[in-house]
């Protein structure tokens, strides 16, 4: 039943049918133009003895005695050596003479042939009515002054005809079915050479699982579908080995975020209750665990909104809004961050009017600060933070500029990355989950936009985001941060 299924039993039977009808349709063209042929042979000599006999009978008949006349016509027929049957009748069908060859029997006349010799037309017939072959028939009509004076027929037995059918018949179901029989297992070993390769990627294939997927499919040597099938194969396996490689390392790299607060937390706790003397020391433990576990509650906020993100089930809330507004209440959260550190935090508008865009307000306001916070995070105290904003080319251009400690060229194509920090411990210290600049991408991504960044070690940073004004052109919904460096 298995093998019904299969694409190898379909195009050998799918062959086999094919083979079997253009056999049986050759077969009947074969017949029916040799037969057409034969007869086309046998007619023309009909004719030529039935013209050449009249020619004869015509010269002949002055012999006042029938009798005679037709003996005539007898020794002329032996003379040629014909042995075709020779009849001729008066215009009324009655026979006068025959040759010696028709014995008991008179060649047949019909009334078609009566009709076609009254208007002055020869007629062909093949008769099946006398014995075991037909008799091919030819009447002749012959006309003196315009007067139809005689009718010569001119019979000959299809015997040989027949024959030579029947023999193309036998020839052709005897090799017909072996014909078809040896080209139809021709044809099943055929395609099971030609699907063989399949069969091979089958097994392989089945060989492939999460753990093995540095496998490779082997590529044969040509370029044909099945290496064309492999090679797409190959492609999607090193895509999934990425995103499995992607997924293990960022949830190790998330246990691993989780688990140092938690070990921090633990221990802290552990050494409070056995060591802690008074109220004070109990405080001040309490108070790292407070802030060991902010630090938890931020990345598992951020692990949320980027599998969210990743699902597309982060709801997204597209609406005009003033980015203008946005862009000065950002810089006043900026101004009080960077207080802290005693930064000059200023804002440059490079633009004349307010500038309203299309997009989820929140989610920008989120990757603003983001952007604004690491770059007062990663920049000394007294140093310098600028936002500023204008329009080019139908987008909104916001830059978020520090005179920070910037970020070494091949570090760059990986900050987007979950979890890439480039200093791991400072960053700790910094408060720094490794997730923002992830987030970052992401909103920009949904909302058509793009992401630059140029930097120079001890110099500075500079985030440019561009947007387009009039919001993202297609459904975003299901777009996610992707692992990558570029932006
Ligand atoms: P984090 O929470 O550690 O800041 P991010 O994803 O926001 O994580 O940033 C990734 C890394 O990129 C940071 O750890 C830092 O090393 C680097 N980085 C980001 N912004 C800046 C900046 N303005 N100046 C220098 N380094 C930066």
């Not at 010569?152 to 014909?179: C, H, I, M, Y």
């Not at 699902?311 to 862009?327: H, I, N, Q």
């Not at 960053?427 to 930097?455: C, F, M, P, Q, Y």
Request: aromatic share 8%.
């Amino acid at each position: 039943m298995l093998l019904l299924r299969t694409i190898r039993f379909r195009l050998t039977l799918w062959f086999a049918i094919a083979l079997a009808v253009v056999l049986t349709a050759s077969g009947f063209y074969w017949q029916r133009s040799l037969s057409q042929n034969l007869l086309g042979h046998i007619d023309l000599r009909l004719v030529e003895v039935a013209l050449e006999s009249s020619q004869y009978h015509l010269a002949h008949q002055v012999e006042p005695d029938m009798q005679r006349q037709c003996a005539e016509l007898e020794g002329f027929l032996r003379e040629q050596n014909w042995n075709e049957y020779v009849q001729v009748l008066d215009p009324t069908g009655v026979v006068e003479c025959f040759s010696s060859n028709l014995k008991g029997f008179r060649l047949p006349l019909s009334a078609a042939a009566l009709q076609a010799a009254a208007e002055g037309r020869d007629h062909t017939v093949s008769d099946n009515s006398l014995g075991r072959y037909p008799l091919r028939v030819y009447t002749y009509p012959v006309y003196e002054d315009g007067q139809l004076t005689h009718l010569l027929q001119v019979g000959r037995n299809l015997a040989s005809v027949d024959e030579t059918l029947k023999e193309l018949r036998g020839t052709f179901f005897t090799f017909g079915p072996l014909v078809l029989g040896s080209l139809g297992v021709g044809g099943w070993l055929l395609v099971g050479w030609a699907l063989s390769p399949v069969a091979r990627m089958t097994r392989a294939v089945r060989k492939i699982n999460a753990e093995s997927l540095s496998q490779r499919l082997p590529l044969g040597h040509g370029q044909d579908e099945i290496s064309q099938l492999a090679e797409t194969f190959n492609e999607m396996l090193v895509r999934l080995e990425d995103s499995f490689r992607k997924v293990k390392q960022f949830s190790g790299d998330a246990s691993h975020e989780l688990r140092t607060p938690l070990t921090i937390i633990r221990g802290e706790t552990e050494v409070a209750l056995r060591w802690a003397k008074d109220p004070e020391e109990m405080r001040s433990v309490l108070q790292s665990n407070l802030e060991e576990i902010d630090r938890m509650g931020r990345i598992i906020d951020d692990l949320l909104t980027l599998a969210k993100s990743e699902a597309g089930e982060m709801p997204l809330e597209m609406k005009e809004f003033s980015l203008s507004d946005l862009v000065q209440q950002l810089y006043l959260s900026g101004r009080m961050l960077g207080d802290a550190k005693q930064m000059e935090v200023s804002l440059q508008l490079d633009v004349a009017e307010e500038i309203r865009i299309r997009g989820d307000e929140l989610r920008l306001r989120q990757m603003f600060l983001n952007l604004i916070s690491n770059a007062i995070k990663y920049t000394p105290e007294r140093g310098k933070v600028v936002i500023s904003m204008a329009v080019d080319d139908g987008r909104a251009v916001v830059t978020v500029r520090d005179s920070g400690i910037g970020i070494p060229a091949e570090h760059l194509p990986h900050i987007f990355s979950r979890f890439y920090r480039i200093d791991k411990a400072r960053n700790r210290e910094d408060g720094g989950t490794g997730l923002g600049l992830a987030i970052v991408k992401w909103i920009v991504e949904v909302h058509d936009g793009k992401i630059r960044v140029t930097s120079n070690p001890d110099q500075g940073s500079i985030f440019t985001i561009y947007l387009p004004i009039e919001g993202p052109q297609k459904k975003q919904a299901s777009k996610s941060p992707a692992n990558s460096a570029d932006a």
